[in-house]
């Protein structure tokens, strides 16, 4: 397993609260590994707590109808590289 940086760290903290995931830390998420369909086990409506969490926290809108969401939502790496382009631009 790749370790987290500090921003993917952050962000993991956030999905397993946001999700109530409780047999699982922040730290036992891959950066690597799919969000979806893999050992997660995270479905869509997981993806629109996600959304919700991250709008609150960063203040941008992850919106449903972004045709690169399938990319960005492929691993905690991807996500977490979204988060810090949207909040640099």
């Known amino acids: 397993m790749a370790e987290q940086t500090a921003a993917q760290h952050e962000l993991a903290t956030l999905i397993v609260q946001s ?4 047999s699982l830390t922040a730290e036992q998420i ?6 979806f369909g893999g050992d997660l086990g995270l479905d869509s409506i997981d993806a629109l707590e996600i959304a919700l969490a991250v709008s609150k926290r960063y203040g941008f809108q992850l919106r449903s109808d972004n045709p690169d969401n ?3 939502f492929t691993s905690l790496a991807t996500l977490a590289a979204h988060i810090e382009q949207s909040r640099a631009a």
Do not use: C, F, K, W
């Open 19 to 22: 999700l109530n995931l409780d």
């Open 30 to 35: 891959d950066p690597d590994a799919p969000l």
């Open 70 to 72: 399938r990319r960005i």
